[in-house]
């Protein structure tokens, strides 16, 4: 039998899962459900039912694990807590700030109704946050260094698109090279915040707006791009479709150490992705987490989890016998 | 009161463990063991006793983990299951075929005695199998390299000391830049034995030995050189002691992968290690599974485990709590 996963929200992450499925044999999508019109709602696969979320309770024994594709802001800190009393869920909360408070919710309710709920899940939080938490662990007197990119910052694309003028725009994030190399020698720089990222944007402006003005009001743009070297591109829409349409995204998590008796050694441990699709790798990390909140609740465990808190064996489909074989 | 840790094996692995417990506040050295006459050892951790082998048992209720550093060919088969009738231990096994059974010897003992035996810990295996493991469950249409170096290969400079006429060598190991950079292209290269490493290695010549024999018999040795590109180079003993010394190491784990409804995306997961010195980052990851063996025997936890049975929180010393708010 199969584990029978939902899928509430239907955007680039929630199409993600659904491709995410497709490659786990051991996981089958049981419904889709939208706060749109269902029947506007058309998806990949053939035969599974799109539902709206009023009806989701009646889905309570019908699905192993319900999988939240929500936004951080306002969605998740509502809808997390909420369905964790009916489902085994996985959410990718990605508000950093506040992830204690969220798991303290999703927590009592878990416990309340004796569900698994697994939050911020994906490469950040996720991926990444395991790997700084293994490196610090393993190398106490050190420094850690998180670089983002290249890839595309919904956030930032968006704040472009707000400035009066703007039609359409991309923003990428992109790592100091120099930077990189600094961290990745031993060399532990202190580094601003100019010197770790370049912002990059490409920019397609309503008829008869001024490019000078709207380039001088972004590179000043506070909090966003005011305090990093930004560059700015006018392109055409044509030309924003054809060479920007991707969310490609990636990054670098790096510790640097020192061991021996006077901490005359050097080490660098260094994690990186480079993902052509930021929302399907996610969705790709949240089905092996899909995986582990069931085999979690099946073993009768109840309450929030982080990825800190679960052991890599769950995340597989291969018995501690296969991977001490064929991985260990 | 801090966990108290037994060493027992005072060789490279030994001494760094000796250094990793000075980094990590929570943990003491309590002990060294050793099969040599105890008098003839002496340790850098002042006021710690150094004792025979023999003496192990008296020390049953002040160690609460011990650290076997034995080696894989012959110690740790029989050591490891017969500590952990007395001890909660970790070693560093690292003979891949056989640690299945050295599981099954383990699990049995420690669960006779409910001790905790954590086995196969260090880098690879350990931090690359972790690695390995995560991307296969997350990536699971992809496929898995792992490249070893710069750095030296204790095995194979022992095989180019064993040879006539060799008075002492030291032997690196170092990845095929190109096939490196396919496999982060997402390429997905077929690689041959040669197409992935280089072998280099520094001799120093017994008077009056011929070079270009025993150049001959390094690059047709079977199994350790023949089926690689070797470079061979003749040094004095005084350049090797001076340039060829250190136990640097480490590697690269990469996983490349495909998702999207047609597979139409591409995903590098990259993991690489650059370390000064190999036993003593080896000892950095066996100290933080030392405190995980704490933290699992006090819970009441027993038999054997590897890194992919315990979850990541137990390596640390901060709280849930802490680890959220700091490190998610």
Known sequence: MRIRI?????????????????????????????RRNPADVSILTKDVPVCSVSEVCNWKDKIDVMILCGGSA??????????????????????????????????????????????SVGWDPGMFSLNRMYANAILPKGRDYTFWGKGVSQGHSDALRRIAGVKNAKQYTIPVERALESVRAGENPELTTRQKHIRECFVVLEEGADAAEIENEIKNMPNYFADYDTTVHFVS????????????????????GKTGWQEENSHVIEYSLK???????????????????????????????????????YLSTASGEELRKTLL
Request: net charge negative.
């Open 237 to 256: 829409e044509e030309e924003l479709i054809k060479n920007h349409s991707g969310i490609p995204h990636g990054g670098f998590v790096i510790r640097s």
């Open 6 to 34: 939902g899928i509430l929200g239907y955007g680039n992450l929630g199409r993600g899962i659904e491709c995410a499925i497709r490659q786990n044999a051991d996981m089958e999508l049981a419904a889709v459900f939208t």
């Open 74 to 119: 306002t969605d998740l800190p509502e809808q997390t807590p909420e369905y964790v009393k009916w489902f085994n869920v996985v959410d990718s909360f990605d508000t950093h700030a506040r992830i204690p408070e969220h798991f303290e919710h999703v927590d009592k309710a878990a416990k309340e109704s004796g569900k698994i709920g697994i939050i």
């Open 275 to 313: 993902l052509d699709s930021n929302p399907e790798f996610t969705a790709c990390v949240i089905a092996a987490y899909a995986r582990a909140a069931y085999k979690l609740s099946k073993e009768g465990q109840t309450g929030c989890k982080t990825v800190f808190d679960i052991a890599p064996a």
